[in-house]
Each structure stands twice: as structure tokens, then as C-alpha cells.
């Protein structure tokens, strides 16, 4: 197909931000290319940097409802180089796609949402409501000096959104085919259990934490959680890494050490899994520590006049009619939603994210641009 590099504006911001070397936590110039766009839109523009990482929050507008842009200019390491077709950080068209790291995850809808607004805006200049930007260098690394610091000061100065539109790379198949209106909760255990190491040709004189865990291990996973409901599968338990042992065939090792996550429903809190997890563990009489960590709760946004913007949007765009899930991993509209705000999901298709030659559709390109002007459109005008 021609190509459409030099025609349209979505285009050429994308292949800016993608020649932006942004492997998280840095932000290598996307920012400051985003800030000054969104400047020369009416925005104010904020910088927010906490720690390592910058972030920006960005506002156009007095009063009314406020309709928030979300996302990160971070991206994951490029890998082994040499399994690229060409240059990860040298946006290359590859027949009928635009290759390299962040095409689709996520700097593509970064362009697309700064391009959007300076449309909307430029034929809207006295639109209804506000119009927000809140974006962050850390995302897919630890996530802690990013978008839930930003949101812990905005919150503190009683800043309230309403609407987050956040351009994580939901679709599957084709654009627009699947959207998300949710998250599962991520809570990560890691339970040590400690026996007493001996010689294995004298078990008596020992006590093997193995055989004291695969008993609790199994019931664990065994354990119906909850049966989900109707925007999310059940609570699921597994177990991703057991160590234990000395490398050799005649010790019987002193402890063993589990890592394991649930992604979990809404029908659980955290609190509650806990809880039910050392129960388990006690009931198999285990000498243990255990070390929590959450990933953040589940979310969901119900149908209503943030998902019905965006799926009419969708179809206009695209003639397709989106799934909605609650499936995947997290993102940082966990930190957003607790805040009362209605989250959605909307980006390009995520076959190839995080892997060698990730690409974008070079024609779903400006296509995501008109999603999010139809978006601002049936939101923020009367």
C-alpha cells in the first residue's frame, strides 16, 4: 500500500516517538515533544517528575466533567538485536505495517491521542468539559513513581476525573475489535516454608519442607476461589516458581520457597484471599512466612456513558461492534479507577508487543486517531 509518511499528522508524531530510544524508566524526548503539541493546543501543562521518572499531567478547561488521556512513553528492552528485521528504535515500514519497539504499545496511541485533541479543539475551541492528559515514563517497569504518584497528588489537591480513556493495546484481531472495561486484582505470594536439613539416607533426623508443601501446594490450587461473574472469569491460583534443595541427591534441603499469584475477581478482595491462603496454610500445621504483594485490585467499569462513547466510536470508525473484557494483565488504570473515575481501554491490536519487530498497521494509524476524535466528540459537545 502507498505510503501515508508526510500526510498524516498521527504518522509522522508516531515515528517521532518511536525513534525516542524510551526504554523504561526513560523517557528519552517523548514527553517534551508531547507537552509542546498539547501547548500549542491550549493545555497547561504540568511535569511531574517523582524519583527517576517523569511524568506530565496536562489540563484544557475551567469546568464540567473531565475526560482523561492515559498512558506511557516507557517501553521494554528491544531484546537480541540481531532478531530485528531492522533498527528497533528506527520506525521501519514493512509492507503494510510500521515495525519497531513501542509501535504498538504504546506510542502509536500516544500520537494518536495528542492529535485527536488538537483536531477536536482547533473545531471545538469553547467545547464542553475538560480535556486531561495524564502520561508516565513507568509503566512497565516498577510502576511506583508514575501514574499512582501522579494520581496521589492530583487526588490531594482534589482534582476528580471522571472519564480515563487509556491506550493500552486491547484490540486482538483487527482495531477495535475488543475493548477493556476492567481488570482482574494481581496479589503475588511468596511463602517460605522451613523443615530441618539432614542426610537423606536418615529421614527420621530430618524434616523435608517438599513433602510438608506439596499437600498445603495442592489445596491451594485446588481451592475454589470464587466462580466469577458476569464481566470476569474465576479467581485463579498458579504457581510460577518452587525452589528448594542443594542441587544434590542426598541432602534433604531446610526450606523450600514458592512464588505464586491469583488474578482475582471482583467478587474478592485481596484482604479476603489472604486470609483464606493462611488459613490453608495452618490447617497443614507448616512452620512459614509468607510475603504479600499487590499488584493492585480488580476494577470495572459498568456499561454506561463512558462505554457507550466508545463503542459507538468504535463502530463508526470501524463498522465493527467491540467486545468488552475484563481479561489480560494489569495496567495503570488501576491506580485510576479507585479514584471513582469510569476506565476504558482502547488501543491498537497487541499481537506483537513486547516481542522483536512489534508493529502497528500503517492504515490503523490514523484510524485510532478518528476513535478517540469520535470519543471527545459524543463526550465534550453539547
Not at 493492585?296 to 463502530?315: H, K, N, R
Request: hydrophobic share 40%.
Amino acid at each position: 500500500m502507498p505510503t501515508i509518511d508526510g500526510l498524516d499528522p498521527t504518522y509522522e508524531l508516531t515515528r517521532q516517538l518511536m525513534a525516542c530510544p524510551s526504554v523504561t524508566p526513560d523517557d528519552a524526548g517523548c514527553q517534551p515533544l508531547m507537552m509542546k503539541r498539547l501547548r500549542g493546543a491550549g493545555f497547561a501543562v504540568e511535569p511531574m517528575r517523582f524519583g527517576n521518572v517523569d511524568n506530565f499531567w496536562a489540563v484544557r478547561g475551567k469546568e464540567g466533567p473531565l475526560l482523561v488521556f492515559a498512558g506511557h512513553t516507557d517501553v521494554v528492552p528491544a531484546g537480541d538485536t540481531s532478531s530485528w528485521q531492522s533498527d528497533p528504535f528506527k520506525p521501519t515500514e514493512s509492507g503494510d505495517d510500521l515495525v519497531g519497539r513501542g509501535a504498538a504499545d504504546m506510542k502509536a496511541s500516544l500520537a494518536a491521542m495528542v492529535v485527536a485533541c488538537e483536531a477536536f479543539v482547533n473545531e471545538h475551541p469553547n467545547h464542553a468539559g475538560r480535556i486531561g492528559f495524564l502520561i508516565t515514563s513507568d509503566e512497565e517497569g516498577p510502576a511506583t513513581d508514575g501514574t499512582v504518584k501522579v494520581i496521589n497528588a492530583l487526588t490531594a489537591r482534589g482534582e476528580r476525573i471522571d472519564w480515563c480513556v487509556v491506550g493500552e493495546p486491547s484490540s486482538t484481531l483487527q482495531l477495535g475489535d475488543l475493548v477493556k472495561n476492567g481488570r482482574r486484582g494481581s496479589l503475588n505470594g511468596t511463602l517460605l516454608i522451613r523443615g530441618t536439613q539432614g542426610h537423606i539416607a536418615y529421614p527420621h533426623l530430618a524434616d523435608n519442607p517438599i513433602h510438608r508443601a506439596l499437600p498445603a501446594l495442592d489445596a491451594l490450587v485446588r481451592e475454589p476461589w470464587d466462580s466469577g461473574n458476569a464481566f470476569f472469569d474465576a479467581t485463579s491460583l498458579q504457581i510460577s516458581t518452587i525452589r528448594a534443595g542443594e542441587g544434590v541427591t542426598n541432602v534433604i534441603p531446610g526450606t523450600i520457597e514458592v512464588l505464586f499469584n491469583l488474578r482475582f475477581s471482583t467478587e474478592l478482595t485481596a484482604a479476603a484471599i489472604r486470609a483464606r491462603c493462611e488459613a490453608i496454610l495452618e490447617q497443614h500445621d507448616l512452620d512459614y512466612d509468607i510475603i504479600w504483594s499487590l499488584s493492585g485490585e480488580p476494577f470495572l467499569t459498568e456499561p454506561g456513558v463512558l462505554l457507550s462513547a466508545v463503542t459507538d466510536s468504535i463502530e463508526a470508525a470501524t463498522g465493527l461492534v467491540p467486545t468488552v473484557s475484563t481479561g489480560g494483565g494489569t495496567s495503570d488504570g488501576r491506580f485510576i479507577a479507585p479514584t471513582g473515575a469510569q476506565v476504558v481501554e482502547v488501543g491498537h491490536v497487541n499481537a506483537t508487543i513486547h516481542q522483536c519487530n512489534e508493529r502497528v498497521k500503517v492504515e490503523d494509524v490514523p484510524r485510532l486517531t478518528q476513535i478517540y476524535r469520535g470519543i471527545l466528540e459524543r463526550l465534550l459537545t453539547a
